[in-house]
């Protein structure tokens, strides 16, 4: 078969046209809502139904049984102050008072945010929004890919994607990341249409949706931004003059949706808005360099502001860590089809022009995949198996766009040159995918189930295109393909269900399948996600980067590693919250604790504003001395929990030493619950 790609068209628009692209002849409202349905007049029949099969499929797996969902306390305490206060929203403030903010940038809790403000708080208010732009990628990665390789591709790719393990895992929960790859997606579709047209505002709407997942994320809404000026400056229409220009217009655009929340936060005064929670200095661009940036990549480090403790959770940082036994289930069941794809469809394209459409495709998703395996695989800082989700749409695409390829050159190209590429891609990920399941063997019927068909659709499929290719039976051949599909995704389908249909509390650390060990999977996050009048919060031990505690009925953690001095891990019962609500006496908040943790299940149930004075892992310095002086003074805060230790917490002793000694000295013990103080105003000197 040949390499080369069909000439360009004289129009401005070199790439591929498409009828969907142009209006029917003699077409109105009601045809175009017929294509919505039916799909492009040319397409096969078959497309637009299996499309609206698989959207509906994403929608059930990412929104079964909402009521089981508990999501991440963290950030649903974060969107509840939001709704209570719109300074909380603006900054993305875990309390309502607007003390510390969350340790992310708030384009997400906004999203969310305003979902529970126009439906009330709750959990599937909070959902509503995550599964739309779930559903949402997975219809956008179709567009992308058919538009290019057609509708087998862009259906394959979409099935791939729905049932990501790791992504139906982190879209029925409320950390940020399905927002964030939804906007990723958003920026490479422009850009293709920016390498298609030749044209200046694509590119512009490409970084503005990059830099609003900037602030849905910080830095990692950059790893794709290599491949994106790679892909323009090489393969957009136009001189090389103008592609530079463009690609200048479009980082303008790109920095000022990146930067504008980052400069206005940094230049109000930090008296007037809250700690930035997870910096070391209380601004926003420490956190985005440090916690949020470098510190994610080479770990701890105070230059940086990262405390990468949590390189556990997806195991050792190595090139072979998407393939072990935590994340290995998550995310790389059909990593090695689409690499052999990927190199694949790059030589079957090697002669076509620069402007070739299909290659610009296969580089984007190629780098896509590529740049978010390295970032991930050798990350040394703070690392969660959901971070992974970003690279679904590559390797989804490459397995729908590279696949075709290899299918086309299968049937058409010689069988020296490409008799065995395809059938050694079902080969080598077929057993792959047995391996996986055979690590989880005897954690159910369903993962038993898809082994067995795993195994023996991948040697139907292998024998059935070697036979049907050297015998010329092209039935054979499509038969022996679907049978390829099925083997492929057998396993991952099997993961999906389960985390679908598996309440678990982990909203921490979500992951999909059975327990793993380091990963987590199936249990251990941080409860919540109720509405405030909601159960306690006693007993619920997180799995993140601080320690785990059980509570007593006094209301102090017992046996609690980690504790501190400004309340170190403890959790908080729900008498004594009871207690603090009848005795808040209109201070602002309702008492102060040491971690985020404590402080977002206490708002949870309380309704009532509280204080996290050393952020998510407790090192924070949001809150001194001098600050807390200052709070009790203004009858703004009555109430502390410290513990019996004097030492502090997560590095910074300092400050909660000096805290815990002052609370002590100057305040009222509560008999009734061991490490809760009451300060007045009468008490501060």
């Known amino acids: 078969m040949t390499t080369l790609a069909p000439p360009p068209t004289t129009g401005r628009d070199s790439g591929p046209r498409h009828r969907a692209d142009v209006p029917p002849a003699g077409g109105g409202l009601a045809a175009r809502a017929r294509r919505v349905f039916t799909g492009a007049s040319e397409d096969p029949r078959w497309a637009r139904p299996a499309l609206w099969a698989i959207l509906v499929l994403a929608t059930a797996l990412y929104a079964w049984n909402l009521s089981s ?19 909380a929203f603006f900054f993305g ?48 990665l179709y567009r992308m890919v058919k538009r290019d390789f057609g509708a087998v591709a862009g259906t394959i790719a979409a099935l791939a994607l729905t049932l990501t393990p790791i992504t139906v895992a982190i879209t029925r929960d409320t950390n940020p990341d399905p927002v964030l790859v939804f906007l990723m997606l958003l920026g490479a579709a422009a850009l293709m249409k920016a390498v298609r047209t030749g044209r200046v505002m694509p590119l512009v709407w490409s970084g503005v949706a990059i830099g609003f997942a900037f602030n849905t994320k910080m830095m990692q809404a950059y790893v794709v ?79 940086v502001g990262s405390q990468g403790n949590g390189a556990s959770f997806g195991g050792e940082a190595s090139v072979y860590r998407m393939f072990n036994e935590i994340m290995g289930g998550q995310i790389s069941w059909l990593i090695p089809f689409a690499l052999i794809a990927l190199v694949g469809g790059l030589v079957l394209r090697g002669r076509a022009p620069r402007t070739d459409a299909k290659r610009a495709a296969l580089l984007l998703w190629g780098g896509w995949f590529v740049l978010h395996y390295l970032t991930f695989a050798l990350a040394e800082g703070t690392f969660h198996p959901y971070y992974v989700t970003a690279m679904a749409p590559g390797i989804a695409a490459l397995a729908g766009a590279g696949g075709v390829m290899l299918y086309g050159a299968f049937k058409e190209g010689s069988v020296a040159k490409w008799g065995w590429v395809l059938p050694l891609a079902v080969a080598v990920s077929a057993v792959w995918a047995v391996v996986l399941l055979q690590r989880v063997s005897g954690s159910g019927t369903l993962y038993t189930v898809a082994q067995v068909v795993a195994g023996v659709a991948g040697a139907v499929a292998v024998i059935g295109l070697l036979v049907g290719r050297f015998t010329r039976r092209r039935k054979l051949v499509g038969l022996a393909s679907l049978a390829a599909v099925v083997a492929l995704l057998a396993g991952p389908a099997a993961y999906s269900v389960s985390a679908a249909t598996t309440a678990s509390s982990n909203g921490t650390n979500p992951t999909a399948g059975p327990n793993t060990g380091g990963g987590m999977g199936g249990g251990g996050g941080m409860g919540g996600g109720q509405r405030p009048s909601g159960n306690a919060p006693s007993g619920t031990a997180n799995s993140g980067s601080s320690s785990s505690s059980s509570t007593s009925s006094t209301g102090q953690a017992d046996g609690g590693g980690g504790g501190g001095g400004m309340g170190g891990g403890s959790q908080v019962s729900s008498e004594m919250i009871t207690y603090l609500k009848k005795n808040q006496d209109g201070a602002t908040w309702l008492v102060a604790v040491a971690t985020d943790q404590t402080a977002s299940s206490i708002i949870l149930e309380s309704g009532q504003p509280v204080i996290s004075m050393g952020g998510w892992s407790g090192s924070d310095e949001a809150m001194t001395l001098a600050k807390l ?57």
């Open 93 to 140: 403030a875990l309390d309502a008072g607007s003390f510390i903010t969350v340790d992310k940038p708030p384009f997400a809790l906004w999203v969310m945010g305003l979902s529970a403000r126009v439906f009330g708080y709750g959990t599937w208010q909070m959902m509503l929004p995550m599964v739309a732009v779930g559903v949402g990628s997975v219809a956008l």
């Open 629 to 685: 002086k200052q709070l009790v003074k203004a009858g703004k805060l009555h109430y502390i929990v410290v513990s019996d230790s004097d030492s502090g917490r997560g590095g910074s002793s300092s400050a909660a030493s000096e805290i815990a000694e002052w609370v002590k000295e100057n305040g009222s013990a509560v008999s009734d619950y061991s490490g809760l103080y009451r300060l007045d105003a009468s008490d501060v000197s």
């Open 69 to 87: 969902i508990t999501g991440n306390t963290f950030y649903n305490a974060a969107v509840y102050s939001g709704t209570k206060s719109w300074k």
């Open 225 to 303: 931004l290599p491949v994106f000026f790679l892909v323009y400056l090489w393969a957009a229409t136009g001189s090389l003059g103008r592609r530079i220009r463009n690609l200048a217009v479009g980082t303008v655009a790109l920095i000022a949706s990146s930067a504008w929340w980052m400069v206005v936060v940094d230049l109000i005064p930090a008296s007037s808005r809250p700690y930035i929670g997870g910096s070391t200095d209380n601004t926003v661009w420490d956190l985005v360099i440090g916690y949020n940036g470098f510190g994610r990549i080479f770990g701890a480090s105070s230059s």
